[in-house]
């Protein structure tokens, strides 16, 4: 893919809004469709944006693999602990929030690796 | 050292299953139903869970083997790195073995269909990354077959699950069985097709002819623990989350097909495995034989069916890990996995032989293991099968095509028997060889093996108790054979070994040979897999509307 | 039940996935094949779900009858799952890629078992 200018001036405008859109789709998610997953898929499909329209190097000075490794372990333990003390946690908001917040990681450093490969 | 530690501690969930199991074994024995709702929410919304004989069983099987799988595994001291340089197994191995265990064990618990199939995409996940973790050529493409074929497979389960929800309105097996005994939903053509999608579905983790081709090569270019969870518990999970969905749906019209493709099945699968040199495909052959025998159990319908099927299940789970873990010992020790060309490890390892000898007189049904008692078992089921319909439907067919697949697995075994014959003796050295670890999770698999074996009645007693149509009946059972030491029953499988060694002459003659190239090079690439997936498809879908 | 056109419509996508499995001699192809299978299931269970009411779940009763939120759920499930088999087969295909510098089916099988004996 030809990387033009508008090209890149498109991608870095329009990635924040994405983030923002699935930060919505996290938080509004016990009221209205979306959720944990679907939202963390969107803020991940910024980063790929962002790793697709420019390159994967731009996309990691936002999201660094190592941090982001980091980030979705965090995650993934208190999502493990959230879970087994449901019965106590009845929060779907944070519940939502930590999924989302994983499934974010989990994809884009999936993307990141699958990109990063000549 | 610190990475054995972490391993160890990753296999602790499993002890804690076998404390449940322990706590709740009177109440299930007794016949009495456990069920527990996840989440506090209330029951038809929430995902079930359900404990009963089936369960229990099942529960208790995938423990035990992936436990003492996961003991061989465990890197020994002096074999930090394994001999071509990779890293043994760490923690991130015991990580996705304790993911494989989880999902089958939400598989064996679940009482709501889509849990189940949740619980087998997790297994399906574990296990691809689990083949291609020695990242070798052979299991990448191993894995990448079992993936499509598994993937394709799970949308017609997932077409099953829509039309029940179609019809049934909920997805919960326990409401589906309360609403089948209230309005007798499940004579429609449409369930029939359902539940034909749902096994068909299954039927490709199962490993049945039409949908046995992936497992030749997942089962053989795994890592050697792998090979004997797969073997051993991954194809009877599926099989008991068959069981479980065709009992309550009442899938009798599939039965006579099940029952001739596992006789089918148990033949066609040992006359490939006698053709192979690769010591772990022989092995992975064999697995597919075998469960044609607990499908033919199963598709007998008698009474002794289900509680059949699941002592043969059983059995094998006991002895094929029992085998995939001695093959793996000789294939790490010696480098080489063609068994023509291995140095038999027989005088370096002569426990190792001993071993051995007990997995292979388990498989070939020599008394007083439990292989014999199995077959036994087996035969009953099949002597019982359909009292109601005059022919049978031709069970006595199906077991003369059993005797003929026993006959082939006996003289497998004597060819594989190279492995350990004695050898030349060793430089003295202990690295590579089998170590403490592994002689003791070998110790207790032939320990059960020699024990199903002895009291095989008994336990077949209590497993018709748990497993049979009436819940909670102990007593001795009908069609249960007095004794399994019988003097016919003994002569037969003196004459099976006979015959088997006549058999394994004219294998490993000159014209055998060329049969055996020639049957070799006839492993289906992946198109005809596919091919023969739909073919197999095309046939449960078209005895749905007969 | 009748054969409505959306039933040969999806069913058509489904076949269409399958056969991109079984015919594809491109690996990549055949996971997309997958992929498109996949999608049709979901599709199936979408749209026949979507027939029990008029508006979406959100806000029950306030803006008419909901559609049943179950297989809407089951399906998110089935979508996450599907992402997880697509992502692993494509780390195989890449790694056989690697090693063998072609996607090609056919040739790779060969190139893999002719590294035998």
């Known amino acids: 893919m030809r990387k033009t200018d508008s090209l890149d001036v ?109 | 050292m ?8 990753s296999m602790l969930p499993l002890a804690g299953t076998v404390v449940i199991l322990i706590l709740t074994t009177p109440d299930v024995f007794a016949g009495r139903d456990l069920s527990h709702v996840i989440g506090g929410w209330d029951a038809p919304v929430a995902i079930s869970l359900r404990l009963d004989g089936l369960a229990w069983l099942s529960s208790a099987l995938v423990a035990v083997i992936t436990g003492m799988a996961g003991l061989a595994a465990l890197p020994r001291k002096a074999d930090s790195r394994k001999a071509d340089g990779r890293d043994a197994y760490g923690p991130r191995f015991y990580f996705f073995l304790m993911m494989l265990v989880a999902g089958m064990q939400t598989v064996i618990l679940t009482a709501d269909i889509f849990t189940m199939f949740i619980g087998f995409e997790i297994i399906s996940l574990s296990a691809y990354v ?109 099989f008991f989350a068959m069981v479980r969905l065709v009992g309550i749906f009442r899938g009798d019209y599939l039965m006579p097909l099940m029952m001739w493709i596992g006789g089918i099945t148990a033949v066609t699968a040992v006359v490939w495995a006698l053709a192979q040199s690769d010591a772990k495909r022989l092995l992975a052959y064999h697995s597919i034989s075998q469960m044609g025998y607990v499908l033919a159990a199963f598709g007998a319908l008698s009474v002794l069916s289900v509680p059949a099927a699941f002592f043969h299940a059983m059995s094998h789970a006991f002895f094929k890990s029992l085998l995939f873990l001695v093959a793996g010992s000789a294939i790490h020790m010696t480098g080489e996995r063609n068994l023509f060309r291995m140095q038999p490890v027989g005088r370096r390892a002569p426990l190792l032989t001993l071993f051995f000898l007990i997995g ?169 897999v596919l091919v023969l997936f739909v073919l197999g498809l095309g046939l449960f879908a078209g005895v749905a509307y007969l | 039940m009748a054969i409505s056109p959306s039933w040969m419509l999806i069913g058509a996508i489904f076949l269409i996935g399958i056969w991109g499995v079984i015919g594809a001699a491109n690996l990549i192809k055949k996971i997309i094949g997958l992929s498109i299978a996949n999608s049709a299931i979901i599709m199936l269970f979408i749209y026949f779900g979507g027939q029990s009411g008029e508006t979406a779940p959100i806000d029950a009763g306030k ?55």
């Open chain 1, 10 to 118: 498109v991608v870095r405008k329009l990635a924040p809004y994405m983030f923002l859109f699935g930060l919505y789709l996290v938080s509004y998610g016990d009221v209205s469709p979306g959720g944990g997953f679907q939202g963390g898929v969107v803020i991940a499909s910024g980063v790929i944006l962002l790793a697709i329209g420019r390159d994967v190097d731009t996309a990691e000075r936002l999201a660094p693999r190592n941090k982001l490794s980091w980030l979705e372990a965090l995650t993934y333990t208190f999502l493990l602990i959230a879970v087994i003390g449901m019965v106590v946690v009845r929060s779907m908001f944070l519940l939502n929030i930590l999924i989302g917040l994983k499934v974010a990681a989990g994809v884009s450093l999936i993307s990141l690796y699958l990109f990063g490969e000549r």
């Open chain 2, 2 to 9: 610190v990475r054995a530690v972490f391993s160890v501690a």
């Open chain 2, 130 to 238: 689990l083949i291609a973790y020695d990242r070798t050529d052979k299991a990448l493409l191993a894995s990448l077959k079992y993936l499509i074929l598994s993937s394709v497979g799970i949308l017609f389960f997932l077409f099953g699950v829509f039309l029940l929800y179609r019809d049934f309105g909920t997805l919960s097996l326990v409401q589906m069985e309360r609403l089948i005994a209230e309005t007798g939903l499940d004579g429609s053509p449409i369930i029939h097709l359902a539940v034909s999608a749902l096994v068909v579905g299954i039927g490709v983790r199962t490993a049945f002819i039409p949908f046995h081709t992936w497992l030749p090569e997942a089962h053989a270019y795994a890592p050697h623990p792998v090979s004997a969870v797969l073997s051993g518990v991954l194809i009877k999970v599926s």
């Open chain 2, 360 to 528: 292979a007189a388990s498989i070939a049904g020599v008394p007083p293991f439990n292989g014999f008692a199995g077959k036994q078992m087996v035969v009953a089921a099949l002597g019982t099968a359909y009292p109601a319909v005059p022919h049978h439907f031709g069970a006595a067919w199906v077991k003369v095509l059993l005797s003929v697949a026993s006959v082939g697995t006996v003289a497998s075994f004597i060819k594989l028997g190279r492995i350990v014959m004695p050898g030349p003796k060793g430089e003295g050295d202990t690295d590579g060889g089998p170590g403490f670890l592994l002689y003791l999770a070998l110790t207790v698999l032939a320990a059960v093996c020699l024990v199903l074996g002895l009291y095989g009645r008994e336990v077949m007693v209590v497993l018709t108790g748990l497993l049979g149509p009436d819940p909670g009946l102990v007593p001795d059972a009908a069609g249960v054979p007095r004794t399994l030491f019988s003097r016919p029953k003994l002569l037969e499988a003196l004459q099976t070994v006979l015959l088997g060694l006549v058999v394994y002459f004219l294998v490993v003659s000159r014209p055998g040979k060329a049969v055996s190239h020639l049957l070799q090079r006839l492993a289906p690439d992946l198109r005809t």
């Open chain 3, 63 to 117: 803006f008419g009858v909901p559609v049943d939120p179950i297989p809407q759920a089951l399906m998110l499930t089935a979508i996450v799952v599907g992402i997880c088999v697509v992502a692993m087969s494509l780390v195989l295909v890449y790694r056989l890629y690697q090693r063998y510098g072609t996607l090609d089916a056919d040739e790779i099988e060969r190139a893999v078992w002719n590294g035998d004996e």
